[in-house]
């Protein structure tokens, strides 16, 4: 049984929720000093909310936000018996949410990235060298509910320069006792694998709202005119 767990503030709720409409196991993730007229519209559409409290320590570009707040959404629908979840950043807008379950039904773990060598380098904090479009893969994540889980069971207790994605993938290797690499072998040796390109062939449009460069079309060709890997 799949679910949605959409998790963040509700500034663009009036934006985003009509493309929640009839799709069962929807709820949003968000918190208690939310503004009550985006709690009644989010309700409004039948779609759940749950309301926390945020932590008090926010993390690396708000990290800590994020984990809570999908952690708190995926044990909601786990306990409804939801056992495949799709995680969707609250100011993302996709055009069509139906077909895009579908096509991720029943992956381990798939993440919204295409990796590409010679991109761009980037050194973080936890040992490894990116090869990739940078794309934020924190954003939308498909999986076993268990699988989604292990991403996000985790909160930083200091600020380092690590980026969202880099700690999100760490925590499910680290909760999954294996070995942590972010390439592409590694995520492909373990059942991950990426979904970019399927969107991009089934004209299923990802727009973040509050970004310039706001869809993957875009946003790939901002990064690159070469071809892409086919994975």
Excluded at 45 to 60: D, L, T, W, Y
Aim: net charge negative; hydrophobic share 35%; with cysteine.
């Amino acid at each position: 049984m799949q679910g949605i767990v959409i998790q963040g503030p509700t500034i663009y709720c009036d934006k985003i929720v009509d493309t929640y409409k009839d799709i069962p196991n929807v709820v949003f993730s968000t918190w208690t000093d939310e503004p009550q007229e985006n709690i009644d519209l989010i309700k409004s559409k039948g779609i759940e909310v749950i309301q926390s409290e945020k932590p008090s320590f926010c993390g690396p570009l708000n990290v800590n936000l994020q984990a809570l707040s999908t952690y708190t959404g995926i044990k909601y629908l786990e306990n409804k018996g939801v056992t495949e979840v799709l995680k969707v950043r609250n100011d993302y807008h996709i055009s069509d949410i139906k077909l895009l379950l579908d096509l991720l039904k029943g992956r381990s773990l798939s993440f919204l990235a295409i990796c590409k060598p010679q991109v761009r380098e980037l050194y973080y904090e936890l040992g490894y060298i990116h090869d990739s479009f940078d794309f934020p893969i924190d954003h939308v994540i498909y999986g076993k509910i268990k699988n989604v889980e292990k991403c996000f069971n985790f909160q930083m207790e200091e600020m380092l320069p690590i980026p969202p994605e880099a700690l999100i993938a760490y925590s499910y290797f680290s909760n999954s006792d294996l070995e942590f690499k972010l390439d592409y072998r590694t995520f492909m040796d373990n059942g991950i694998s990426f979904f970019m390109n399927e969107c991009l062939e089934n004209e299923i449009q990802m727009t973040l709202l509050k970004e310039k460069y706001n869809d993957i079309k875009n946003m790939i060709k901002f990064h690159s005119d070469s071809e892409l890997y086919d994975y």
